[in-house]
């Protein structure tokens, strides 16, 4: 699998998104993405209660760790590569996370205009 170039959706060089949980489609800390990331797991999201409760509800449960996956689980405060979709999807029902702009992928322009993220944009 070849990786996209790694800008993100300033049009700067990508920036890591977290290591601690280990994120990213390569499990690299990076939001960097490839034709084969179906999910387009491109936005550096921070965790909240009420996301995570969100994203289990729709059948994405992220806070269950999974250790045959080597799957922590993640936490409120935690950064992940969230699916572009998701994020579209829980900003469409009340409950975006917010995001890292310098750590999420220009990819994720694809699916989310660059208005919604600013507005959710985490301070850095």
Not at 50 to 74: I, Q
Request: negative net charge.
């Amino acid at each position: 699998m070849q990786k996209q170039d790694s800008i993100n959706v300033l049009g700067g060089v990508l920036s890591p998104c977290s290591r601690d949980p280990l994120t990213g489609f390569f499990r690299d800390g990076a939001c960097n993405t490839c034709p084969e990331d179906q999910g387009s797991h491109t936005v550096c999201a921070v965790m909240t209660a009420e996301f995570l409760a969100f994203s289990k509800y729709v059948g994405n449960d992220l806070s269950t760790p999974r250790p045959e996956f080597n799957f922590p689980g993640l936490n409120p405060g935690d950064s992940w590569c969230l699916c572009a979709a998701r994020f579209l999807q829980a900003h469409d029902e009340g409950c975006a996370p917010k995001v890292h702009l310098e750590a999420t992928h220009q990819r994720a322009l694809e699916i989310i205009p660059l208005r919604l993220l600013k507005e959710n944009a985490a301070s850095e």
